[in-house]
């Protein structure tokens, strides 16, 4: 074990064990060098790895505090999809988050990750619309929303528009505009490391990863039957939000 190694230990202990509790502030580089007679440098490697598994916070010019962990807010597991006066919306969660900005709309290359499930080719184009969704009262950002649809589809259609009309995309789909007939939804769940950008919009504390929830839309008829004509990914704060389930006994 190296020493920013053994250092990252204690600190990680004393969090666990209630010595520096969440919020308050851990002592300075000076203080823990003296404490653990290591440099500086393994000081700063200690505390910027407690820092990336999200226990601590530096704040520039004010020191380094333990992270606070509030108690999640709970993601029902919903395999239904309803209807408002909005259109389709597939969580009671969801339904009363608005968009707290004009939607974007651009066209670029298919992300890797999501190539197989659009059934694309590498560097195939896809036409993506993000959106900042949250609270309308507080404008709060919670969820991040980006759908990306296969460019031979979506490009000079209504679903590259900015404002694609009532019941959004889905029901441009389904209705006569594109006639892609009654849609199907198949969800995935997962996390992985936030990117810069959805940080700042969610308003992440170091090392705080995103839940995110991976949807595919397939369409039944016309030209697209049987393709998959978009994917969803939607991000939350994971440090923020949990997915609870019921269990039933059988």
Same mark, same amino acid.
């Given at each position: 074990?190296?020493?920013?190694?053994?250092?990252?230990?204690?600190?990680?202990?004393?969090?666990?064990?209630?010595?520096?509790? /969440?919020?308050?502030?851990?002592?300075?580089?000076?203080?823990?060098?003296?404490?653990?007679?290591?440099?500086?440098?393994?000081?700063?490697? $200690?505390?910027?790895?407690?820092?990336?598994?999200?226990?601590? %916070?530096?704040?520039?010019?004010?020191?380094?505090?333990?992270? %606070?962990?509030?108690?999640?807010?709970?993601?029902?597991?919903?395999?239904? #999809?309803?209807?408002?006066?909005?259109?389709?919306?597939?969580?009671?969660?969801?339904? /009363?988050?608005?968009?707290?900005?004009?939607?974007? #709309?651009?066209?670029?290359?298919? /992300?890797?990750? *999501?190539?197989? *499930? *659009?059934?694309?080719?590498?560097?195939?184009? #896809?036409?993506?619309?993000?959106?900042?969704?949250?609270?309308?009262?507080?404008?709060?950002?919670?969820?991040?929303?980006?759908?990306?649809?296969? $460019?031979?589809?979506?490009?000079?259609?209504?679903?590259?528009?900015?404002?694609?009309?009532?019941?959004?995309?889905?029901?441009?789909?389904?209705?006569?505009?594109?006639?892609?007939?009654?849609?199907?939804?198949?969800?995935?769940?997962?996390?992985?490391?936030?990117?810069?950008?959805?940080?700042?919009?969610?308003?992440?504390? /170091?090392? #705080?990863?995103?839940?995110?929830?991976?949807?595919?839309?397939? $369409?039944?008829?016309?030209?697209?039957?049987?393709?998959?004509?978009?994917?969803?990914?939607?991000?939350?704060?994971?440090?923020?939000?949990?997915?609870?389930?019921?269990?039933?006994?059988?």
């Amino acid at each position: 074990m190296t020493r920013w190694q053994d250092v990252a230990n204690r600190l990680r202990t004393a969090i666990a064990n209630g010595e520096y509790r /969440p919020g308050s502030k851990i002592p300075t580089e000076d203080e823990l060098e003296d404490q653990h007679g290591v440099s500086r440098t393994t000081i700063r490697r $200690a505390v910027a790895q407690l820092t990336t598994e999200g226990l601590l %916070q530096p704040v520039r010019k004010g020191g380094t505090y333990v992270q %606070q962990h509030p108690a999640r807010e709970r993601l029902i597991l919903d395999t239904n #999809v309803w209807r408002d006066e909005l259109g389709y919306y597939f969580s009671s969660v969801t339904q /009363p988050l608005r968009p707290l900005q004009p939607p974007t #709309v651009a066209e670029g290359p298919c /992300p890797p990750d *999501l190539v197989a *499930l *659009l059934g694309l080719q590498a560097g195939a184009s #896809v036409v993506i619309r993000d959106r900042v969704m949250g609270d309308p009262d507080t404008g709060r950002a919670v969820q991040l929303a980006t759908s990306y649809l296969p $460019a031979d589809l979506a490009a000079g259609t209504v679903l590259a528009e900015a404002d694609t009309g009532p019941g959004g995309i889905y029901d441009r789909m389904e209705a006569a505009d594109l006639g892609w007939g009654r849609l199907e939804w198949a969800g995935a769940i997962s996390a992985r490391a936030a990117t810069p950008e959805e940080t700042r919009l969610l308003g992440l504390a /170091p090392g #705080v990863p995103v839940l995110c929830v991976t949807r595919t839309t397939t $369409a039944t008829e016309g030209p697209a039957a049987g393709r998959v004509v978009e994917v969803n990914v939607t991000r939350r704060d994971a440090s923020r939000f949990e997915v609870g389930y019921p269990i039933d006994r059988r």
